[in-house]
């Protein structure tokens, strides 16, 4: 809030430059929400695509917990005016990647009663077909 009553004081008095730095660093602060957000329902995504994974079996609680990261994931992607998205599939795919390690960690807390290491886990899965899946539910599923 405090950054949109600086633009409009800077717009008053006529100083377009700062206004238009001002105008990039609050999108560009916007772009970050964004991305926390994917990335928070990215770590979930791929958590639970790791767990069904491990252990060849999957429940109505990971089942509906994937179905929601994805929403979750489509709705904070979207520009609503617009009707783009924030980030491309080149951008989804790098977010995903970077969740990856967290999921992994979070996973050997749960597959299993948490008996493994993540890098036991890591075994256990292969990891490209779990990213090409999260991307594939994300970008194939329409909300």
Do not use: C
């Amino acid at each position: 809030m405090e950054e949109l009553l600086e633009l409009k004081d800077l717009l008053v008095w006529g100083n377009l430059s700062e206004a238009l730095l001002l105008v990039e660093e609050m999108t560009e602060m916007s772009k970050d929400d964004k991305l926390n957000k994917i990335f928070s329902f990215g770590i979930i995504l791929l958590l639970h695509l790791i767990q069904q994974q491990a252990e060849n079996r999957t429940t109505r609680y990971w089942d509906v917990s994937i179905r929601n990261a994805v929403r979750q994931i489509q709705r904070s992607n979207k520009r609503q005016k617009s009707k783009g998205h924030y980030l491309t599939s080149e951008e989804l795919v790098e977010t995903l990647e970077d969740a990856y390690k967290s999921a992994l960690d979070e996973a050997a807390l749960e597959a299993f009663e948490g008996r493994y290491e993540a890098e036991e886990i890591a075994t256990m899965i292969d990891r490209t077909q779990i990213l090409n899946q999260a991307i594939a539910l994300i970008l194939d599923d329409a909300p």
